[in-house]
Each structure stands twice: as C-alpha cells, then as structure tokens.
C-alpha cells in the first residue's frame, strides 16, 4: 500500500492535481465518485495496478489531504494545533493512529496527558513524543520546541518486560545507572580509540561524550534483543547528550555517524516513515563523517584494510537505508543503484557458518570471530592471528596509558572546585615531565598556555622562576587531621597524601580516600567499620541517655591495625562516621550500577561493527521486489 501511495502522491504532483478541490471534492456534497473513478483509470493504466485498488489509494490520500486542511482551518480559528499520532508497539506494528489537539504555547507535559488520556493511561509520564528526531521535552512549550500544526508524531509506550518492568522504569534506571559509572572518575569506564589509547577530553565533554556513548550502547543492547523501541529512545537520550559536544569534535568521530545510523535503523524496524525528513538528515550527517574519516568513496578504509574489512558492513547498511529512503522518495533509479550497491558488499560480507563455528568451538567468541573472518578473507588461520595480534596491541596500548589515566586521576581530584575550567591535558603533563621538569611547574604552565604544548614549553625554558611564584605554597597535612583519618581506619600513607593533595579539606579528602580503594570488597570494609563505629555511638548515646550519673564520652576502638581511637560520643565526630559510612555506601552503589550497566554489553572491543547481516538481507531482498512493481 505504501508503495501505491508514494507513486500515487507523485504522479499527482506532477499533474497538478488536488484532490481535495473540485472536480474531485465539492464543499457540502463531498467526494465526486465519478471523478475520481475517472481518474483512477487513467492512473490505473499508468502504474500497471487495478483500478479497483488505485481509486481506494486516491481516497485514502483524499481524506488525508481533507484532514489536514480540516486542522489548518481550526489552528486559524482557535488556535489549536493537530497532531498526527502513530504509536507503536515494540515490534514495530502499529497499536494507535489518533489526532490530539494541543495550543502551541502549552508545555510538552500537556500533549503528553492528552495523548495518555487519548490511550487511557494513567501515568503520562510514559507517554514518550517523537518529533523530527527529538524528544518532545516536558517542562518547554511545543513552539519552543519548533512543534507546528498538522505535525507528524511518533509516540511510543512500553509494554512490561518478562519481569513485569515498564519500559519507562527500564530506561530511567539505566539513565541513573550510566550517569553513577561515568561520574566514577574513570574508574569504570574511559575514553580509548579504536586501538585502545586512553583519549583526554576536557571534563565537560568527556563527560558529555561517555555519556552519549554508554547510553549508545545500552540502546545497542536492547536492539539485539529486538527492543527496537527501547533502542530508539536510548540513542535519542544519547543523541542529546552528544550535542553537548563541540560540533567540530562531533564532525571527526565515528561515534557520532553511527549513532545517526542506528537511529534510522530503528525507524525502520518499527515501521516509521512518518520521521522519514529526519532520516534522510541523520543519513546524510553518517555519510559525511564517514566520508571524513574513510575518504572519499571510502577510498581510504579500503586501500588500508582491504574491500572485505568488518567498517564495510557500516557502509553497506548505510547503502541500505540510503536506498530505502530513496524508495520512499519515489526516486526508483537511484534507490535501485543504492540498494544494488549494498547486495554487492553483502554478499562479500558473508561468512561461512563452517568456519564461524569451528572458530567459536576453538573458544572465541562469536562476534570476534565473524569481525576476524570478514579481516581475514574467510581463512580460518589468518583469523585466529587476528583475533591474536588485536588482542596484544589493545593489552599494549592500555598497558603503555596506565601512567597517563593515573596522573589524569589525580588532576582530577585536584581541580574539584573549579568544573575543570583549569583542566591540563594528562598526556601533555606526562611528555613535560619527561623532558625533566616537575609535575607542578608543568601543569602551571599548561594552565596558562591553555594546553599548547609548545608555548608551555617555553615558559618553563625561560620563565621558570615566574611559574614558581604562581604556585600555591604547599601545605603539609595537618597532624589532627590525619589522626582522624588514621581513626577512620586509612594507611598513614594514603592519608597523607589525600591532605596533601586537597590541601587539608577534610571532607575531599574521605572522598579521595574512598575512590582510590581498589575493589569493592575494600569498599565494604570500610561499610563494616562505620557501621560498627555507628552503633557503638548509638549505643552509647541511648546507654547515656538511660544513667543519669556517667557523662564521660564513650569511645570506640575501630577494627584495624591502627592504633588510633575515634571518639563517637562527640556530635560532630558520629556525624563524621555517618557522612564517611553514607559516602562508602555511595560508592558502593557505583560497582552495582556498573554490573546493572555492563550484564548486557558484550566483551567485544569492535561489537559495534558485528553486524549478523540477517535483517539487512531481508530488508534487502524485500525492498529489490518493491522496486520490481
């Protein structure tokens, strides 16, 4: 039908015909049956269909044509805007087709309830609006989210999963889950390109990059399990959070052309055109960075790696979907070049079942094994030593940035009171320091400089003594401090150097303290010992509180090696051991939100480029046939 339709809609255009103007439509008698049977001859004949099923086509797109003429007239009258609402269900078929009618300069919230109440929900707030590729935000007007009469909406509502979670408690949950990891000061996860070199960003966005890039891969994990819906509202929340980069980053990195890809891809899997305008811009938006990055015609990639390399597989979806898009543009010829296009690398793209088999029996992992064999030719051999060389190149280069992610966690407890508007590239202090000066003097004049090595350079060859003299005089840790650290049950050493570092604040000190500990079971540790110690205090107080005749304050030994006592009959010190126990059980919740995070995403450094190819070749074969009519 859809088909029908966009050759239909053409061939009108060309014409100059409006259906919903005489002689095909008269205002107070309605549609002409006559003209339009006349018409659906002669059309019949053009597009090789039955005329039977051309003049139904014709007033399907008449009473869309009267509908939406019908709600210019209204907006005109009253103000009131038509939204033209699809929602759908997680496979991709379509639940409602209603209109929902809303004033422009009413908050996104209250398009929302009307459209809840339309669908009889309660809860609004799961009512999520698709508009030309952005979420309809709640808390702003629908003009100030650029929403316009007779606009198309995509609206999706999730179904409870297997555990009876909604969908909208399952992406809440994994927002709070990717915001916790990427907030962990790198402790979880970090910036690498693709042959595991540790990236440095400043804090502003990298923080905004990890986050468009975890919840990416969230969305990808929910797509493998055909939770198209799911997907699409991930990498909606994801696109967002990469906006908050420089656009000229986002222009150079594959991430981001991906992100727009998988986006459309989505849109097809449940069945959308209606956001057809904001595919084609997201396609071409992937083309063009691709095309940066891969060459011209992706000459490049392939004069690199060869025609048959797994970036390919991106390519030849992409081919896809242009083609698609194509078809729904009634642009046959170029939808069939493109389409044509993308059969060609697929059918190199396919991997023998035999030999991904014997690969996976050998104890590799599918994904890597496919990658290695698209890399490879299909040899079996010279995939197992690809699988094998990736694997040593990514343990060197993670191996040779160990000192530069440890340096550039210590920057950052450095520069907490500052948003990181002092930041210093890790990499460039780490290349300084080599050359013989001191980490403090170099990260001065990095500050100035504003990270331009060679300037920094220079300043530290000529101005030496200058730099000095800007720098803060170091403080030595306080003696009371540090034995209430070591009474919390902190080595001497690490808590030295926390004062010293945080230049004896306390309470970033306990924070330092507590994210350098290395696993969680040191985590809980410390949870035991300030659980302990908050007893004792409550113990003692209700002890207290009972014997009028003892009023000296109780104390209690902590369980470590350390000969310090921490007082607890003390107000400030018990509210120390609460703040330091709700601080340990914080971060704690860091490791279970990373498990939450990480239960689904593969082990697979290149899982992204892992395409199975089995939808495409559907897509594919289904499309060429269309084309055929």
């Given at each position: 039908m859809e088909n029908k339709l966009v050759q239909l809609r053409i061939r009108l255009q060309e014409r100059g015909v409006k259906l919903w103007e005489s002689p095909y439509y008269v205002e107070d008698l309605g549609s002409s049956d006559s003209a339009v049977e006349l018409l659906a001859q002669e059309l019949s004949r053009e597009l090789h269909i039955t005329v039977v099923s051309c003049k139904n086509s014709l007033l399907e797109l008449q009473e869309h044509s009267l509908r939406k003429l019908a709600a210019r007239r209204?907006?005109?009258?009253?103000?009131?805007?038509?939204?033209h609402v699809r929602c759908v269900d997680n496979q991709g078929g379509t639940a409602h087709t209603l209109e929902v009618k809303c004033a422009l300069g009413e908050l996104g919230s209250n398009l929302q309830r009307k459209i809840a109440d339309k669908l009889q929900l309660s809860e609004a707030d799961h009512v999520k609006c698709i508009s030309a590729g952005r979420m309809v935000v709640p808390q702003a007007t629908l003009k100030s989210q650029g929403l316009k009469n007779n606009q198309q909406l995509l609206v999706i509502v999730g179904q409870p999963d297997a555990r009876g979670e909604a969908l909208y408690e399952r992406i809440r949950q994994i927002q709070r889950d990717v915001e916790v990891v990427v907030d962990s000061d790198h402790r979880f996860v970090d910036l690498e390109?693709?042959?595991?070199?540790?990236?440095?960003?400043?804090?502003?966005?990298n923080r905004a990059l990890l986050m468009g890039m975890s919840l990416g891969e969230k969305a990808r994990a929910a797509m493998r399990r055909g939770h198209y819906d799911e997907a699409l509202l991930l990498f909606l929340e994801?696109?967002?959070?990469?906006?908050?980069?420089?656009?000229?980053?986002?222009d150079y990195v594959?991430?981001?052309?991906?992100?727009?890809?998988?986006?459309?891809?989505?849109?097809?899997?449940?069945?959308?055109i209606t956001q057809l305008p904001d595919a084609q811009r997201r396609l071409d938006v992937c083309e063009r960075i691709l095309q940066r990055s891969y060459g011209e015609n992706f000459s490049r990639l392939y004069a690199l790696k060869g025609s048959s390399c797994p970036e390919r597989a991106l390519i030849m979806r992409l081919q896809l979907l242009q083609g698609v898009i194509l078809f729904h543009q009634n642009q046959r010829v170029e939808a069939r070049a493109r389409l044509e296009a993308a059969g060609t690398a697929l059918a190199e793209l396919k991997v023998n079942s035999e030999q991904l088999e014997l690969l996976v029996e050998m104890g590799f992992d599918a994904s890597a094994a496919r990658l290695a064999l698209r890399s490879s030719n299909g040899s079996v051999e010279q995939a197992v030593q690809f699988i094998q060389q990736r694997r040593q190149r990514l343990q060197a280069a993670r191996a040779n940035s160990d000192s530069e992610r440890q340096l550039s966690r210590r920057l950052a407890q450095m520069q907490l009171d500052n948003d990181g508007r002092d930041w210093v590239h890790p990499r460039s202090v780490c290349r300084l320091m080599d050359l013989g000066y001191e980490q403090q003097l170099v990260v001065e004049a990095l500050r100035r400089t504003e990270n331009d090595l060679a300037r920094s350079l220079e300043l530290l060859q000529y101005h030496s003594s200058e730099l000095r003299q800007g720098l803060p005089d170091s403080q030595a840790a306080d003696e009371q401090m540090l034995g209430t650290l070591r009474g919390l049950g902190f080595k001497l050493p690490a808590a030295r150097a926390a004062l010293e570092i945080t230049c004896n604040n306390l309470d970033r000190a306990i924070d330092f303290l507590l994210k350098s500990l290395a696993t969680e079971e040191e985590l809980n540790s410390v949870v035991e010992r300030m659980s302990a110690v908050d007893n004792a205090a409550t113990a003692a107080a209700t002890g207290a509180a009972s014997t009028s005749s003892s009023n000296a304050p109780a104390t209690s030994a902590l369980p470590n090696s350390s000969s310090e006592q921490l007082s607890v009959g003390t107000p400030s010190k018990?509210?120390?051991?609460?703040?330091?126990?709700?601080k340990a059980k914080t971060e704690l919740e860091t490791y279970r939100a990373y498990r939450?995070?990480?239960?689904?995403?593969?082990?697979?450094?290149?899982?992204?480029?892992?395409l199975p190819l089995e939808q495409e070749e559907q897509l594919l074969n289904e499309y060429t046939q269309l084309l055929e009519h």
């Amino acid at each position: 039908m859809e088909n029908k339709l966009v050759q239909l809609r053409i061939r009108l255009q060309e014409r100059g015909v409006k259906l919903w103007e005489s002689p095909y439509y008269v205002e107070d008698l309605g549609s002409s049956d006559s003209a339009v049977e006349l018409l659906a001859q002669e059309l019949s004949r053009e597009l090789h269909i039955t005329v039977v099923s051309c003049k139904n086509s014709l007033l399907e797109l008449q009473e869309h044509s009267l509908r939406k003429l019908a709600a210019r007239r209204e907006f005109d009258d009253t103000g009131l805007a038509t939204f033209h609402v699809r929602c759908v269900d997680n496979q991709g078929g379509t639940a409602h087709t209603l209109e929902v009618k809303c004033a422009l300069g009413e908050l996104g919230s209250n398009l929302q309830r009307k459209i809840a109440d339309k669908l009889q929900l309660s809860e609004a707030d799961h009512v999520k609006c698709i508009s030309a590729g952005r979420m309809v935000v709640p808390q702003a007007t629908l003009k100030s989210q650029g929403l316009k009469n007779n606009q198309q909406l995509l609206v999706i509502v999730g179904q409870p999963d297997a555990r009876g979670e909604a969908l909208y408690e399952r992406i809440r949950q994994i927002q709070r889950d990717v915001e916790v990891v990427v907030d962990s000061d790198h402790r979880f996860v970090d910036l690498e390109d693709q042959d595991g070199n540790v990236m440095f960003l400043p804090p502003h966005e990298n923080r905004a990059l990890l986050m468009g890039m975890s919840l990416g891969e969230k969305a990808r994990a929910a797509m493998r399990r055909g939770h198209y819906d799911e997907a699409l509202l991930l990498f909606l929340e994801a696109d967002e959070k990469f906006n908050n980069c420089d656009s000229k980053f986002l222009d150079y990195v594959d991430n981001y052309a991906l992100l727009n890809l998988d986006i459309v891809w989505c849109y097809l899997c449940l069945k959308n055109i209606t956001q057809l305008p904001d595919a084609q811009r997201r396609l071409d938006v992937c083309e063009r960075i691709l095309q940066r990055s891969y060459g011209e015609n992706f000459s490049r990639l392939y004069a690199l790696k060869g025609s048959s390399c797994p970036e390919r597989a991106l390519i030849m979806r992409l081919q896809l979907l242009q083609g698609v898009i194509l078809f729904h543009q009634n642009q046959r010829v170029e939808a069939r070049a493109r389409l044509e296009a993308a059969g060609t690398a697929l059918a190199e793209l396919k991997v023998n079942s035999e030999q991904l088999e014997l690969l996976v029996e050998m104890g590799f992992d599918a994904s890597a094994a496919r990658l290695a064999l698209r890399s490879s030719n299909g040899s079996v051999e010279q995939a197992v030593q690809f699988i094998q060389q990736r694997r040593q190149r990514l343990q060197a280069a993670r191996a040779n940035s160990d000192s530069e992610r440890q340096l550039s966690r210590r920057l950052a407890q450095m520069q907490l009171d500052n948003d990181g508007r002092d930041w210093v590239h890790p990499r460039s202090v780490c290349r300084l320091m080599d050359l013989g000066y001191e980490q403090q003097l170099v990260v001065e004049a990095l500050r100035r400089t504003e990270n331009d090595l060679a300037r920094s350079l220079e300043l530290l060859q000529y101005h030496s003594s200058e730099l000095r003299q800007g720098l803060p005089d170091s403080q030595a840790a306080d003696e009371q401090m540090l034995g209430t650290l070591r009474g919390l049950g902190f080595k001497l050493p690490a808590a030295r150097a926390a004062l010293e570092i945080t230049c004896n604040n306390l309470d970033r000190a306990i924070d330092f303290l507590l994210k350098s500990l290395a696993t969680e079971e040191e985590l809980n540790s410390v949870v035991e010992r300030m659980s302990a110690v908050d007893n004792a205090a409550t113990a003692a107080a209700t002890g207290a509180a009972s014997t009028s005749s003892s009023n000296a304050p109780a104390t209690s030994a902590l369980p470590n090696s350390s000969s310090e006592q921490l007082s607890v009959g003390t107000p400030s010190k018990v509210a120390l051991v609460k703040s330091v126990l709700n601080k340990a059980k914080t971060e704690l919740e860091t490791y279970r939100a990373y498990r939450r995070f990480n239960e689904d995403i593969p082990d697979v450094d290149q899982d992204y480029l892992d395409l199975p190819l089995e939808q495409e070749e559907q897509l594919l074969n289904e499309y060429t046939q269309l084309l055929e009519h």
